[in-house]
């Protein structure tokens, strides 16, 4: 993992553990993670490299602590030193904030292959142009592409150009220089990662964090506009940061007032894992939605002590955390 990544997502002011940044941009979904990904503040983040399989090394770290950006803990845990603190900055500034529904996960990475697809399409299109060579994605998401052209045919180029012009109009000159240098039409092969970071001044890492941010931030305006014809193009790629399971526990805790031994006997699942459900339930959910005060005032149970105290202590961690948000 690029050292400048690692500094994105370090601070000064407490120790992290690097592991946790991995596990975020790679998507694992555990509880442990999911709890750490909230305390940094780094939920938005969840598997936006997913399918890079990131992984942070011992030199990757090295390199931050011999250039003085952090410093270290007995245990591994990073913080920013004051140079570090300068250069996230810098580096910070580059970067759109995530904008959404957090319980909310994109597959950004097919969405931008499908959107590039789509305007190279389009813009050959509009100069009558048959003979050319189309992007090489995945064959399912080629053939959405290729739909949804046939289907918006009569009203391209506008059908795109709309809601793209209106996209990049609400973003800061340069993320909007960014976004547009990625595309690819008629006599214009867009810009790679690397082309744009030698101008940025950034490692091509940045650069593609950047990119997905603005593609994740794109598709949640397309889906905010219910007539904008770009929405097949990315309404399948949305799924769900709160499991199944997670919410099946949820709802009959809430709605039946089933006890954590009931609710395990009924599901068939120990009563640990439903602890789980419910701290999982706890991140994913808005302070008001989740009954805090009844699960820490009337926690009954023949379960080992030290299970129900470290889900307590956890459950109010959570509490904390989000209330401070």
Known sequence: MAPDLILLFTNTTEYRRPKVFENILNGKKTVSNLFWGLEYGL???????HGKNIQIKPEDIGNLIENKLVVTDESGAIKLTELGDQKQRQLSRLLPPLLGDVTKSLRVNQFKDRF???????????????????????????FVVKRWFQVNKAQLPTALLTPLT?????????????????LVGHENGGQTYQQLALEL??????????????YTNFADYLMNHSQNTLQPLVTDLWGDNWTTSSKQTYQLFINHHA???????QRQIRPSTVREHLLEAAIWLPVANFPYAN???NQNSTTNNKEIEFFKFRLKQIYRSKVNE
């Open 43 to 49: 939920l938005p983040e969840l598997g936006m490299l």
């Open 295 to 297: 699960i820490l005032t």
């Open 166 to 182: 209106q996209y990049l109009t609400d973003l800061k000159p340069q993320l909007a220089d960014i976004f547009a240098r990625e």
């Open 259 to 265: 006890s954590i031994e009931q609710i395990a006997k």
């Open 201 to 214: 001044q950034v490692t091509p890492e940045i650069v593609e964090l950047i990119s997905l941010h603005l």
């Open 116 to 142: 590039l697809l789509a305007s190279q399409v389009t813009s050959e299109y509009s100069y009558q142009n048959t003979k050319y060579y189309p992007l090489s994605i995945q064959l399912f998401d080629s």
